[in-house]
């Protein structure tokens, strides 16, 4: 069965630094999202992307933040100058159509930052 | 904010079925009833949807009242590997354009099958 993929499977960085979290999403979806937990938290919504652009963003995805679908399979995540309250689990999902399919979520990316 | 309203938590006796009830009173013709479920810190499963007929898959079977106000998930047979935080979660379907189609995550319900 198709699965969304994530890599690496934890993140441990120094404040300050840029990381790059990466997805590879089900090969035929079109829309794509990442969402974060905090430990103890509820899962988060960040951004959604398609074709290109992203199509909706809450209110954590500021300037820190920005995605990328840098070839025909990978989407990645990246965090500019990472803080301490950016440590969460990271979950990337895809979904076929946006308005009627469900989002498949991968395994996520544990990001711990020091 | 979520807008859907689940019990903290529930327990259930392995081999028993699961009934996971959601009120989702202020849902609009439009959106959808999804049911995800995470188990320990995993990425979120899904599990069904529907909109207003119940559905039934190899997981689990949706019941959605006459009304839309709110809907029940079902686990026919549960087994100890089912423990988990249940979410159900309201989405909005086609044609409504906009960008709601994000899921937003509640609390959830916090399954526990007991042996």
């Known amino acids: 069965e198709p699965e969304v993929t994530q890599t690496p499977s934890h993140q441990v960085t120094q404040m300050g630094q840029e990381v790059i979290l990466r997805c590879v999403p089900i090969s035929n979806h079109l829309y794509f999202y990442w969402y974060r937990q905090i430990l103890g938290q509820k899962v988060e919504f960040l951004v959604s992307f398609y074709n290109n652009e992203i199509s909706e963003k809450s209110e954590i995805f500021d300037d820190q933040f920005s995605v990328e679908r840098p070839d025909g399979s990978n989407f990645t995540l990246k965090i500019r100058s990472t803080k301490l309250e950016d440590s969460a689990m990271y979950f990337c999902?895809?979904?076929?159509?946006?308005?009627?399919?469900?989002?498949?979520f991968g395994p996520g990316t544990r990001l711990t930052v020091l | 904010d979520a807008k859907t309203t689940q019990p903290p938590s529930m327990d259930c006796a392995e081999g028993r079925a699961a009934n996971l009830p959601c009120n989702h009173s202020?849902?609009?013709?439009?959106?959808?009833v999804y049911w995800y479920r995470q188990i320990h810190s995993q990425g979120p499963q899904y599990i069904i949807h529907?909109?207003?007929n119940n559905e039934t898959n190899e997981m689990a079977s949706l019941i959605i009242t006459e009304d839309r106000k709110s809907s029940t998930l079902i686990l026919p047979h549960a087994t100890l590997r089912d423990t988990a935080v249940y979410y159900c979660i309201v989405r909005v379907g086609g044609g409504s354009g906009g960008s709601n189609y994000k899921l937003t995550f509640g609390k959830g319900t916090l399954l526990t099958v007991n042996p």
């Open positions: 999902a895809s979904s076929e159509l946006l308005r009627t399919s469900n989002p498949f």
């Open positions: 202020t849902i609009s013709g439009n959106e959808y």
């Open positions: 529907g909109l207003k």
